[in-house]
C-alpha cells in the first residue's frame, strides 16, 4: 500500500503560483484532489477524511494547538504548503479574513479617483472619496444657484 504521505503529495502542485500577499514566502502547493466545496482540500488519511492543508499543518508541525485554527497567511484556501499556514484563534481568523476583504476590495471609487492617502477620508470604518465629495459640493452649489437665479 502507498505511504500515505505518498498518497498526499501526489495530489499537491508545488509549483503553484506566488502567495497573495507578501507574509508568506515563495509559491503556494496548491492541492489537486478532491474538494469539499469551499475551497478546501479533502484527503482520506487512511482511516477518516480530513481537510488537507490541516493534515500538511500537522504532517509538518504536529497536532494544531486545541481552540487554534488554521490560517492561510497566503490567502489561498487550496494551498497546503506548511509554511503558509499559521495557527491562530477564531477571532483572529475572522479578523484576518476581513481586513483581507477591507483591503482587497478597492483601489478606487466609483468614479474611478485612486483611494491613496491624500484622495481618502476615513469615517465610520468606511473610505469616502474626497475627489467625489468636491463634485458632489459644487454640483449643489451650482443647484442652488440655479434656484436663486
Ligand atoms: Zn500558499
Ligand atoms: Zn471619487
Not at 484563534?89 to 483591503?103: D, K, M, P, S
Request: charged share 25%; net charge positive.
Amino acid at each position: 500500500m502507498t505511504p500515505v504521505t505518498d498518497r498526499f503529495f501526489e495530489r499537491v502542485d508545488k509549483a503553484g503560483p506566488i502567495s497573495l500577499r507578501r507574509g508568506a514566502k515563495g509559491n503556494c502547493w496548491i492541492w489537486t484532489g478532491a474538494g469539499d466545496g469551499h475551497g478546501y482540500g479533502r484527503f482520506w488519511d487512511g482511516s477518516k477524511q480530513v481537510i488537507a492543508h490541516r493534515w500538511a499543518y500537522q504532517h509538518h508541525y504536529g497536532a494544531i494547538p486545541s481552540g487554534l485554527v488554521l490560517d492561510h497567511l497566503c490567502r489561498r484556501t487550496a494551498c497546503v504548503r506548511p509554511d503558509h499556514l499559521e495557527a491562530v484563534t477564531q477571532a483572529e481568523n475572522v479578523r484576518r479574513g476581513l481586513a483581507g476583504l477591507f483591503n482587497a476590495r478597492k483601489t478606487h471609487c466609483r468614479a474611478g479617483h485612486a483611494y491613496d492617502e491624500a484622495n481618502t477620508r476615513r469615517r465610520n470604518g468606511r473610505r469616502d472619496c474626497r475627489a467625489c465629495a468636491r463634485i458632489a459640493a459644487a454640483r449643489y452649489r451650482a443647484q442652488k444657484e440655479t434656484q436663486a437665479a
